[in-house]
């Protein structure tokens, strides 16, 4: 079973609210990921990080923004949040063997941004 | 570019009948495959994966996927459905050349067992 977290897994809230969506892993990991899910529509990574200190954007351009300040916290942020971000947002880790190595996925942040 | 097609977003099917997912890639050099399940509420959880060590792949749950380089598949099997495999089943894609482990995901298969 993996040991990765989000929080909350549920939220609505209103236009222009500040949210950070926690994503927490206790496997050690060093890359970490945030993707967007849509019904129907693939998984887009939104976020990456290889490690301490680094963040890059994915392939789907996204208003959020990410830190990593240590290893096994990755939050996500939206300044103000706007009904087009409602989402669900998946947090994941991998497994440090390389282009092998499988994504330990979290439970998802469902948000509703009325 | 990598990516991948899953064909047909929703596949029903009888308890104890064949399960068959249907997933093509497109891929500059030698891919590696993955399948991975994500039941309702949950996150996405692993089922098995190609690493180019053999070509039939078994997994989680009695599920198998074969990759043929020469039809671009990776189909993904089960020969008795259950009731809990009930799912939406994702299939993903990515390069041996790096690029961080990043996964190219499909839009997904969603199956349903039926009595």
């Known amino acids: 079973e993996a040991d990765i977290y989000q929080t909350p897994r549920y939220l609505v809230i209103g236009t222009g609210k500040k949210i950070t969506l926690e994503c927490s892993q206790t496997m050690g990991h060093d890359k970490m990921y945030w993707y967007q899910q849509d019904p129907g529509m693939e998984l887009h990574l939104i976020h990456y990080?290889?490690?301490?200190?680094?963040?890059e954007k994915g392939d789907l351009s996204s208003e959020s923004t990410v830190s990593r300040i240590r290893t096994e916290h990755f939050p996500l942020t939206l300044e103000s949040a706007r009904p087009s971000h409602t989402s669900q947002y998946l947090c994941?880790?991998?497994?440090?063997?390389?282009?092998?190595?499988?994504?330990?996925f979290g439970e998802g942040s469902r948000l509703t941004v009325l | 570019a990598q990516s991948v097609t899953q064909l047909g977003s929703h596949v029903s099917v009888s308890e104890g009948a064949l399960v068959l997912l249907r997933c093509n890639y497109s891929s500059s050099v030698p891919p590696y495959l993955f399948w991975y399940v994500q039941y309702p509420n949950q996150g996405l959880q692993l089922l098995l994966k190609?690493?180019?060590?053999?070509?039939l792949v078994k997994g989680i749950n009695g599920f198998e996927a074969e990759f043929k380089k020469s039809e671009t598949s990776f189909h993904l099997t089960k020969p008795s459905a259950h009731m809990s495999d009930a799912a939406e089943y994702f299939c993903a894609v990515r390069n041996g050349g790096g690029g961080g482990n990043k996964l190219t995901f499909g839009t997904g298969t969603q199956l349903k067992v039926e009595l």
């Open positions: 990080s290889y490690g301490v200190n680094s963040t």
């Open positions: 190609y690493t180019s060590a053999a070509t």
């Open positions: 994941a880790s991998s497994s440090p063997v390389g282009p092998t190595g499988e994504l330990f």
